[in-house]
């Protein structure tokens, strides 16, 4: 049963890219759409896989980058990163 939590993540993930600029950068998947800069389900980063100090300031720069004309940085993280991210 714990395996399907992780698949069923994935076809949300999956389902909320559709439709939109998605490409893999900077150790994360980007979800785009600039015509819609304020809809977060439209404009998000997921299966993040920095972890490193640098790899997580280079994520977060283009990420601003990308990002920069919405009015938030949106990151979907899954379980177990979240879990690691309260740990520190």
Same mark, same amino acid.
């Given at each position: 049963?714990?395996?399907?939590?992780?698949? $069923?993540?994935? @076809? #949300?993930? /999956? #389902?909320? !890219?559709?439709?939109? *600029?998605?490409?893999?950068? !900077?150790?994360?998947?980007? @979800? /785009?759409?600039?015509? *819609?800069?304020?809809?977060?389900? $439209?404009?998000?980063?997921?299966?993040?896989? $920095?972890?490193?100090?640098?790899? @997580?300031?280079?994520?977060?720069? /283009?990420?601003?980058?990308?990002? !920069? /004309?919405?009015?938030?940085?949106?990151?979907?993280?899954?379980?177990?990163?979240?879990?690691?991210?309260?740990?520190?």
């Amino acid at each position: 049963m714990q395996d399907l939590l992780p698949r $069923a993540l994935d @076809v #949300n993930l /999956r #389902n909320l !890219a559709l439709g939109h *600029l998605t490409f893999e950068a !900077a150790g994360a998947t980007f @979800v /785009r759409d600039p015509k *819609l800069p304020a809809i977060y389900d $439209a404009n998000f980063l997921c299966r993040i896989t $920095a972890s490193t100090e640098a790899e @997580v300031e280079r994520l977060l720069s /283009r990420a601003r980058s990308e990002y !920069a /004309r919405c009015p938030e940085l949106t990151f979907r993280l899954d379980p177990q990163r979240q879990a690691h991210l309260r740990r520190g």
